[in-house]
């Protein structure tokens, strides 16, 4: 293992909060950081009224849905039927734009006549895992999006890995952009390393091998960000 990996692997454990959630069931508190929802909460007032919407994840392999018997399982269909679901006046666009082996670099690149081309009103990003291995410009892919002409709201998600029995993902590089931009950020590592530390969990339970998660981490993922999107659903009821 190289210097930096050590040097990222100890300020990732270091940095990982105290008082986590025992419970195999998401709690409103693992989600890490809520940020600001103005755009997500205006998303969600144009959906309730009967727009096109246009959802899109941007990802590697994970976001693909790499190991899955039925593509329907993945992280990226539950998100989506929440939304329909939950707003049934509005006709949704879904865009897929996870590609193997790809990190956040390889996204800045791509994303202009992948994803933005379609004016997305919500984009997903993934690439927590396989920016540990890849080089990152999560800064630049971030930016691009943020800045783009119809003003999406963003969501970053962090899956994670087994490396050499550390479980980490690159969190740590891209919480700070997330923080700059006041995106919310769901956190797998923030729920799963205390259940797995105490027992609570098995990684096989979740996860396929070392870096992909199966049907039940998919839908674990899925239930993370639902249960920001319901927060963000309650807000804008309240408020209207």
Not at 58 to 87: C, E, P
Request: charged share 20%; proline share 4%.
């Amino acid at each position: 293992m190289n210097h930096y990996l050590r040097l990222m692997i100890l300020a990732i454990l270091v940095l990982i909060p105290a008082g986590f959630i025992l419970d195999a069931t998401p709690q409103p508190d693992s989600v890490f950081y809520y940020g600001n929802t103005d755009r997500l909460e205006l998303l969600m007032q144009r959906a309730q009224v009967g727009n096109e919407i246009t959802i899109a994840f941007i990802g590697g392999s994970i976001t693909q849905g790499f190991g899955l018997a039925n593509s329907t399982d993945g992280y990226t269909n539950l998100v989506s039927r929440w939304w329909i679901k939950h707003f049934t006046k509005s006709h949704f666009h879904i865009i897929n734009d996870g590609i193997f082996g790809t990190g956040s670099a390889d996204g800045a690149v791509r994303v202009q006549n992948h994803l933005l081309i379609h004016s997305p009103d919500l984009v997903i990003v993934e690439f927590a895992v396989n920016d540990l291995r890849r080089e990152s410009d999560m800064e630049s892919l971030i930016h691009k999006i943020y800045n783009s002409p119809s003003q999406p709201a963003i969501l970053m998600l962090f899956f994670v890995a087994d490396f050499e029995g550390m479980i980490i993902n690159a969190e740590d590089l891209q919480r700070p952009i997330g923080f700059k931009y006041r995106i919310p950020m769901v956190s797998m590592l923030y729920y799963v390393k205390p259940l797995l530390d105490k027992k609570k969990l098995v990684w096989s339970d979740f996860m396929r091998d070392d870096r992909h998660p199966n049907e039940r981490g998919h839908k674990l993922a899925a239930d993370l960000v639902n249960q920001l999107l319901a927060k963000s659903f309650s807000r804008c009821r309240l408020a209207h």
